[in-house]
């Protein structure tokens, strides 16, 4: 268990709200994603954090931005969510001292209306 | 092009028959590999890690052929709780790992 925790597990939403998706852990691993999950595309990065304040933009950043203020949390927030952003959203961690690896979190399933 | 490709399948074998998957990636600088699994509505597992040498963990044996940019999985003795989705990831030394869509499973008594 790599102690992840996202919230909320289940949102429904419509378009146009801002929406914030947390993910927190407990062992203060530096490297931090957001991803994205849609039938026939796989997962897709939207931003990743390298520490502290320090983010930068996946593949499909548009219309997400994230924040980092502290160390267990990673924040995504879809500042005018679309129905295109309908979607299962997990959060992973990068280990520190194994960098091959990721664990994720247990998704967070976004339904935009 | 995607970096990764899949073979979404779906496989359906019966239990105890041998399968593979394979996946191919763009990016011929790609240093990392993997499989992951992923059961249904859940989140992806770590299931191995690919070496250049090829792997094996119990049933399970990962090939790497960087010429060819090819990656292999193959599952022997196929059990019911190895139905799932699997899916192939690299990384390209960065710090972006790139996943395929996976490939279906689903083990017949």
């Known amino acids: 268990d790599a102690g992840i925790t996202q919230s909320p597990r289940h949102k429904v939403t419509e378009t146009g709200t801002p929406v914030t998706l947390r993910c927190h852990q407990t062992?203060?691993?530096?490297?931090m994603y957001w991803y994205r999950q849609d039938p026939g595309h796989g997962l897709r990065l939207i931003h990743y954090?390298?520490?502290?304040?320090?983010?930068d933009k996946g593949e499909v950043s548009d219309g997400y931005s994230v924040s980092r203020s502290k160390t267990e949390d990673f924040l995504l927030t879809l500042e005018s969510a679309t129905s295109s952003q309908t979607s299962v959203y997990f959060c992973?961690?990068?280990?520190?001292?194994?960098?091959?690896?990721?664990?994720f979190g247990p998704g967070t399933r976004l339904t935009v209306l | 092009r995607k970096e990764v490709e899949q073979d979404p399948g779906p496989f359906n074998v019966p239990e105890g028959a041998t399968v593979a998957f394979n996946c191919t990636y763009s990016n011929s600088a790609s240093q990392s590999f993997f499989w992951y699994r992923q059961d249904c509505r859940k989140e992806p597992k770590l299931l191995m890690s690919v070496y250049s040498s090829g792997n094996e963990d119990g049933r399970f044996t990962a090939q790497l052929n960087r010429a060819s940019q090819y990656i292999s999985l193959l599952i022997r003795d196929s059990k019911l709780s190895d139905s799932a989705t699997y899916l192939c990831?690299?990384?390209?030394?960065?710090?972006?790992?790139?996943f395929g869509t996976g490939t279906s499973l689903t083990v017949i008594p």
């Open positions: 990831v690299v990384n390209s030394a960065g710090n972006q790992f790139y």
């Open positions: 992973a961690i990068r280990p520190t001292g194994n960098y091959n690896e990721q664990f």
């Open positions: 954090s390298y520490g502290v304040k320090d983010t």
């Open positions: 062992e203060n691993h530096r490297y």
